[in-house]
């Protein structure tokens, strides 16, 4: 079975500091997939990045970036200089790879909620 | 932005009424899931789709049942609404092709509640 715990429930952060939303997941599958959503107070949801398990390069985008770690099962995401903007609820997800015959169905974590305060 | 509307996008209804809530894409993506997002619980699958006619259940699948006659449209039936079910329901398909193949893209959601 799979697991993905995000065990941050709410950071709370002011402007302009670097905050990290820390993901751990659980999986048998040999290869996977790990995800990235934002949810912000308007309620969508947007997808955000996407790490196939045989690609442990780390990402930057712009403010963003994605530690993915095989060793210790994580895949934290890292915003410097936060602003007013990114306060959402994030969400990471896990689901079986291309090569492992599962059913491609993501697993949730409960979400961390990140306000980032002027 | 992957072309999927949901409608309607807010609805207030009693319960022991039938409810349909409606997902429609227009890029033609096979697999389209309903899932549901409860505080504490994060997003729970209900139903998915492989294909035109084609279903299975997910996790929280009691209550509900789905209906899949064309391609572009993912229906979400609530036989009776329970209170329970006050909901924000959101749709999503899976991309099979593309930079993100196997990414799940989601619709804009439907806030439900059953008074």
């Known amino acids: 079975a799979q697991k993905v715990t995000q065990a941050q429930t709410e950071i709370s952060v002011v402007e302009k500091e670097d905050v990290t939303l820390d993901c751990v997941y659980e999986?048998?599958?040999?290869?996977?997939?790990l995800f990235w959503y934002k949810q912000p107070p308007s309620g969508e949801l947007v997808f955000l990045i996407r790490?196939?398990?045989?690609?442990?390069q780390n990402e930057i985008s712009g403010r963003y970036s994605w530690n993915f770690q095989k060793s210790t099962s994580s895949f934290n995401f890292t915003i410097t200089a936060s602003q007013v903007v990114d306060s959402a609820v994030y969400f990471c997800a896990l689901s079986a790879g291309p090569a492992s015959g599962g059913s491609y169905i993501p697993t949730f974590g409960r979400g961390t909620s990140l306000i980032v305060h002027p | 932005d992957a072309g999927i509307t949901q409608s309607p996008r807010h609805k207030v209804t009693e319960t022991g009424t039938p409810v349909t809530l409606r997902c429609h894409q227009t890029?033609?993506?096979?697999?389209m899931y309903w899932y549901r997002q409860d505080p504490g619980h994060g997003l729970r699958l209900i139903h998915y789709s492989y294909g035109v006619k084609d279903t299975d259940k997910g996790e929280v699948s009691d209550g509900y049942s789905v209906s899949r006659s064309k391609t572009e449209d993912f229906l979400l039936t609530l036989e009776s609404a329970t209170s329970s079910q006050t909901s924000v329901y959101f749709c999503?398909?899976?991309?099979?092709?593309?930079?993100?193949?196997?990414?799940?893209?989601f619709g804009p959601g439907t806030r439900l509640t059953v008074l």
């Open positions: 999986t048998r599958d040999t290869t996977y997939y």
């Open positions: 999503a398909i899976r991309t099979r092709r593309g930079a993100e193949i196997d990414t799940q893209y």
């Open positions: 790490r196939n398990s045989f690609d442990e």
């Open positions: 890029e033609n993506h096979r697999y």
